[in-house]
């Protein structure tokens, strides 16, 4: 039988579906770099945009200073790194990562068209929760945001802030109430926690979690206390 039209739509270039993450100027680098991780171990696309305010917190928590131009080197050192500091902690593969200057208004995740599964956000500041909330699109992630919503996707809004301002809390309400699922970046202690990568992996793992994203970065609660103390 002849091909039809849309044959090549069965090429793996044309069936790729990534996740957008968009890495915002909060606190909270390590998370972005663990769910990254999550993403590609788990065989997942990734198309990645950084917040020009990013590459503050990027510099200042881990010492790399984010390029567009040289993203890839730039991305390869920084998932290498563990959340102590450590250089060459793990082995990234960043073969099916996509990488969109945060300026590219005109990148394919700016539009509802470019076909992606949904977009994490981690961390996410509350200036680009704000944006999201309103609808700003001010740069490629919040525009990318605004079109996870529009196009009734998974948004998963991983904020990192505390304490909140009354203004913060009624726009996470907002992206609530639009669908996003608001995933604080707040780890928790009963996974059995020893080092500062298992409290990251912990929200990572969340996050994952939400985006139905199979992992193995946490220990699941599985009923029955003291079960943080095993192996101590
Ligand atoms: C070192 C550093 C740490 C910051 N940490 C936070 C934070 O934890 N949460 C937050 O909402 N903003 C934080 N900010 C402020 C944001 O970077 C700022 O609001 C910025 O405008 C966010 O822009 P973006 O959302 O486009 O990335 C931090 C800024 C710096 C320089």
Redesign the pocket.
């Known amino acids: 039988m002849k091909p039809g039209p849309y044959a090549d739509q069965q090429s793996p270039r044309a069936s790729r579906r990534p996740w957008v993450v968009g890495?915002?100027?909060?606190?909270?680098t390590p998370y972005a770099a663990a769910v990254l991780r999550g993403l590609l171990d788990a065989g997942q696309s990734v198309d990645l945009v950084v917040?020009?305010?990013?590459r503050?917190?990027l510099l200042?928590?881990t010492g790399i200073a984010f390029r567009d131009a040289h993203w890839r080197d730039d991305l390869r050192t920084w998932l290498a790194r563990g959340a102590d500091g450590k250089p060459d902690t793990f082995d990234p593969c960043l073969d099916d990562v996509r990488h969109w200057a945060?300026g590219d208004l005109a990148a394919g995740p700016s539009s509802g068209s470019y076909p992606v599964r949904g977009m994490l956000i981690v961390?996410?500041?509350?200036?680009?929760?704000a944006?999201v909330a309103l609808g700003l699109s001010?740069?490629l992630?919040?525009r990318a945001a605004s079109v996870t919503l529009k196009e009734r996707r998974r948004l998963v809004v991983a904020?990192?802030?505390?304490p909140l301002s009354g203004q913060?809390l009624k726009h996470l309400v907002a992206l609530d109430e639009a669908g996003a699922v608001v995933l604080p970046a707040s780890p928790a202690f009963y996974a059995g926690a020893t080092h500062i990568q298992d409290l990251v992996d912990f929200v990572a793992g969340r996050v994952l979690d939400a985006a139905g994203v199979a992992h193995g970065l946490y220990r699941r609660w599985e009923g029955g206390l003291g079960g943080s103390r095993v192996g101590r």
Not at 23 to 28: I, L, N, P, W
Not at 159 to 162: A, G, I, S
């Open positions: 890495v915002s100027g909060a606190s909270g917040s020009r305010a990013s503050l917190t200042d928590e945060a961390p996410a500041s509350t200036a680009c929760v944006g001010k740069d992630l919040q904020v990192r802030e505390t913060t």
